[in-house]
Structure formats: structure tokens, C-alpha cells
């Protein structure tokens, strides 16, 4: 039978456990597992048509997104890897036609920012939890005020009575 | 304040910031090469719709062993079927195709037209000068794409001047006239 504050602990272990996996089932590359066309339609939907405003190419219907669409078709089946072909596109036409940032420099707060806001955020409501908590502890009655509280009830109690025997 | 609205605070300050940071920084690590002119051409090698073999270092490795009053200028359209600008420039093209361009000393300096094909299909395309005119060489097929990225080419018609040095020395965006191509070229 688990005790409250173990399972409170279980349950915990599981969250931390559950946000552990999907982290690591998001990090770890599965390219291997992709079809060319899969690694094409991805990359074509994070390369921006360079003559739209910001639209991938797999969403745009202008000339230059569907020969961007077909070149990277092309370099995907001709073995470039995703990060050469982004490459490729950003000394082209610029950095901004790759709708994915970078891992570097400041484009590195757009993946670590996500992290350190609830990092943040839960230090808060852990913070928060505890001040509560606290603060329930110390609402317990002073003997003085016990003391008075017994007399009222006393009262309470004793007139209650009364009234019962006059009826 | 309490410690919790210091981190609330902390909070919206660090998300406003990044959203500044995101909005103001516009710093390119690699700047485009929208403009080639200055730069050396990037290699064009593909089979016209007449099936014949262009390589463009060819050509320009040709011009080393010439004179410079014999050296080749090569003007790379990329054009479309599809496209009206294209249309509208066609009779200048095909003026520098066929005269050529004289230069101030009375000389005929040597030019070639190639075309690229952008998008479009071989039949359209041998359609199209059908209807228009001109036989100078037109690349087609798949390999048109590559050399349109390599020229960063955003539509069509866009036409780029190479000098036989294998500079790019004029580069036009929209419909090109023949006075604008022939008054860099000199030989």
C-alpha cells in the first residue's frame, strides 16, 4: 500500500520520467529511418520560397518554389545532408530563407529559451506551492485564542441546552 | 515584492527581450550572392533542346588563347514560355543574337546568346520559338534548375552578362534591352 507522500514521489518519477523520453524521442535523429521523399518534403516545408514573404516553398505556388522543390529533391537523392542543403539555400539567396534557426549565436535562445522559461516557471509555482504550505502550518490557533474558542463554544453549547428545556 | 512576482517579472523581461532580440537582429552570417556582378560566373553545363552539349568554362577557357578584340561575351536568359516579360524582351534578344554588337572602333565583338530554361517544359519552349523566333542555343532539361539557384535567380526573365574574363558584369532583372547589353560589351 504506498503512503501518500511516496506516491506523490511516484508520481513525480513518472512525470520527470515521461518528459525524459519525449525529449529524448525528439532529439534523436531519425533520418535513417526517412524516406528521401519524407527528408525532401521536410526540408521543403522549413526552406522559405525566396521570392514570397516567409511561405515555405512547399506552400508556395511561385516558379522558384517548385524548382526549389525538384532541386531538392534532386540533392536529397544525390546524398547531401539536410544541413548542406540548407546551406546550399542560405548562401543563395540568404540566411533568412531558412525557416529553421540556428544553433548558434543568438538563433540558440530560440531552443533554450523554451527550457529556461519553465525552468523558471516551475521554480515559481514550486516556490509558491511552498509559501502556501507554509503558510497553512502557521495558521494554527494560539493557546489564547483555543482558550476563547472553548469559552464560546461553552456559551454556544450552554444556551443551545437552555433553549431545549424551555421548549 | 513578493519573490513570486520578482519571477513573474523576471519572466515577462526575458521573454520581451528575446522577442526584441529576434526583431531587431537582422545580421547575416552569409550574405546572399543576389548580385553576382564582380564575382566569377558559376559554371553552366547542360544539352540544348537541339541536343547539343554548351559548357560555358569551355567557352570561356577558348577566350584565353584569343586576342581580346576575339573573345567571347556570353549573355545567360533565363526565360520561360509562361512568362510576359520574356515575351516583351524576345525581339531584343533576338537583335543581339543576330547584329551582334559593335563597338565604338567599328569592330564586331564577338557575343553568344545562351538561354536557360526557368520552369518550363523542352516542347513549350521549342513552341515558343516557333512563334517568336530565334535559334541561338537554349538549355533544357533538369539540370536548368541547378544553374538557376546557382545564379540565385528569383523569376523569369532575368539575364546576366559575362564578360570573357568570366566575370559577371551586368546582371538585369525583368526584360533586358539590347542597347543595356550592348553598351558593357567592348572589344
Request: net charge negative; proline share 5%; glycine share 8%.
Amino acid at each position: 500500500m504506498l503512503t501518500r507522500k511516496s506516491f506523490r514521489v511516484f508520481s513525480w518519477v513518472l512525470l520527470l520520467a515521461t518528459f525524459v523520453t519525449a525529449l529524448v524521442i525528439g532529439i534523436v535523429d531519425r533520418s535513417d529511418i526517412q524516406t528521401s521523399a519524407d527528408r525532401a518534403a521536410g526540408l521543403a516545408s522549413t526552406i522559405a520560397c525566396p521570392q514570397c514573404s516567409g511561405q515555405p516553398v512547399s506552400e508556395s505556388n511561385a516558379p522558384i518554389a517548385e524548382v526549389i522543390r525538384a532541386e531538392i529533391k534532386n540533392q536529397v537523392d544525390s546524398g547531401l545532408t539536410d544541413g548542406e542543403i540548407r546551406a546550399f539555400y542560405r548562401t543563395k539567396y540568404g540566411d533568412w530563407v531558412d525557416l529553421n534557426p540556428g544553433n548558434d549565436g543568438i538563433e540558440m535562445l530560440v531552443w533554450v529559451s523554451p527550457f529556461l522559461i519553465a525552468g523558471v516557471a516551475l521554480g515559481g509555482m514550486a516556490l509558491a506551492f511552498s509559501r502556501r504550505r507554509d503558510a497553512d502550518t502557521d495558521n494554527e490557533l494560539s493557546d489564547e485564542s483555543r482558550e476563547r474558542v472553548q469559552e464560546l463554544r461553552a456559551t454556544y453549547e450552554s444556551g443551545e441546552s437552555n433553549r431545549g428545556q424551555n421548549e | 515584492m513578493t519573490p513570486l512576482k520578482w519571477l513573474i517579472t523576471v519572466i515577462a523581461l526575458l521573454s520581451v527581450g528575446f522577442i526584441v532580440i529576434l526583431t531587431v537582429q537582422n545580421q547575416q552570417k552569409n550574405p546572399p550572392n543576389f548580385d553576382l556582378v564582380g564575382q566569377l560566373t558559376p559554371e553552366i553545363e547542360g544539352v540544348t533542346a537541339s541536343g547539343e552539349f554548351i559548357d560555358l568554362g569551355q567557352i570561356l577557357q577558348q577566350n584565353r588563347s584569343k586576342p581580346p578584340s576575339g573573345q567571347t561575351w556570353v549573355a545567360v536568359n533565363f526565360f520561360a514560355s509562361w512568362c510576359s516579360g520574356c515575351i516583351t524582351e524576345h525581339a531584343d534578344l533576338l537583335r543581339f543574337h543576330e547584329e551582334g554588337v559593335i563597338s565604338s572602333g567599328g569592330e564586331q565583338c564577338p557575343t553568344q546568346l545562351l538561354g536557360v530554361t526557368f520552369n518550363d517544359t523542352k516542347s513549350a519552349v521549342e513552341d515558343f520559338f516557333v512563334q517568336f523566333g530565334g535559334d541561338w542555343p537554349v538549355l533544357v532539361g533538369p539540370e536548368t534548375n541547378q544553374i538557376a539557384l546557382d545564379f540565385s535567380v528569383l523569376t523569369a526573365p532575368e539575364t546576366f552578362l559575362i564578360a570573357p574574363s568570366g566575370l559577371v558584369v551586368l546582371k538585369v532583372i525583368g526584360p533586358v534591352g539590347y542597347e543595356k547589353l550592348a553598351e558593357v560589351v567592348s572589344c
